[in-house]
Antibody
Framework: QVQLVQSGSELKKPGASVKVSCRAS????????LHWVRQAPGQGLEWMGW????????AYAQGFTGRCVFSLDTSVSTAYLQISSLKAEDTAIYYC?????????????WGQGALVTVSS | DIVLTQSPGTLSLSPGERATLSCRAS???????LAWYQQKPGQAPRLLIY???SRATGIPDRFSGSGSGTDFTLTISRLEPEDFAVYYC?????????FGQGTKLEIK
């Protein structure tokens, strides 16, 4: 069965960096793009961008360029989200989500989410 | 960017009743490139509907989606206790792939 398993909660100080992982199983990793979605506490869902798991090419939504980097390690079927120069407003749950093989940028499987808390 | 506006913000209904949730786009969402998700507290979103009206795998047939262009609807024909949650629409017709702000479906 398809699973996306994310790394655990992180507590970071302002200015630090964090790297969230998303390990895929149950399907061929390079056949489905992975997207990242942010959810601030008590708020809605915000699309951050995506990474082509075949080529490794990332694309970022406006507002997530500069401090966010998407990357892959295809040898372990894992995608990563790294955020640098963390600010308090980066406190959120970060989800990875898969798009279906059939096409269309909707999300058929989601990771369980990784809570990143930025606080001094 | 396409802005999605969901209404109402909160919907209070009783089990067994019919729920109608609306999602309006600021411009046409291509060929019905609209999805609906359900999110319960402490859980990741779950895909319900894609292509405006196609149910995802394992989704009960009491959930249905309709609409095209700029106006879309999610209907839950007879509410079960487990249906009370927050519902989001998402357009994937053009990047950035935006979400609506959500409708909270609560028990009356």
């Amino acid at each position: 069965q398809v699973q996306l398993v994310q790394s655990g909660s992180e507590l970071k100080k302002p200015g630090a960096s964090v790297k969230v992982s998303c390990r895929a199983s149950g399907y061929t990793f390079t056949h489905n793009a992975l997207h990242w979605v942010r959810q601030a506490p008590g708020q809605g869902l915000e699309w951050m961008g995506w990474i082509n798991t075949n080529t490794g090419n990332p694309a970022y939504a406006q507002g997530f360029t500069g401090r966010c980097v998407f990357s892959l390690d295809t040898s372990v079927s894992t995608a990563y989200l790294q955020i640098s120069s963390l600010k308090a407003e980066d406190t959120a749950i970060y989800y990875c989500a898969r798009v279906p093989s059939s096409g269309g940028c909707y999300f058929d499987y989601w990771g369980q989410g990784a809570l990143v808390t930025v606080s001094s | 960017d396409i802005v999605l506006t969901q209404s109402p913000g909160t919907l209070s209904l009783s089990p067994g009743e019919r729920a109608t949730l609306s999602c309006r786009a600021s411009q046409s969402v291509g060929s019905a490139y609209l999805a609906w998700y359900q999110q319960k507290p402490g859980q990741a979103p779950r895909l319900l509907i894609y292509g405006a009206s196609s149910r995802a795998t394992g989704i009960p047939d009491r959930f249905s989606g309709s609409g095209s262009g700029t106006d879309f609807t999610l209907t839950i024909s007879r509410l079960e206790p487990e249906d009370f949650a927050v519902y989001y629409c998402q357009q994937y017709g053009s990047s950035p792939y935006t979400f609506g702000q959500g409708t909270k479906l609560e028990i009356k």
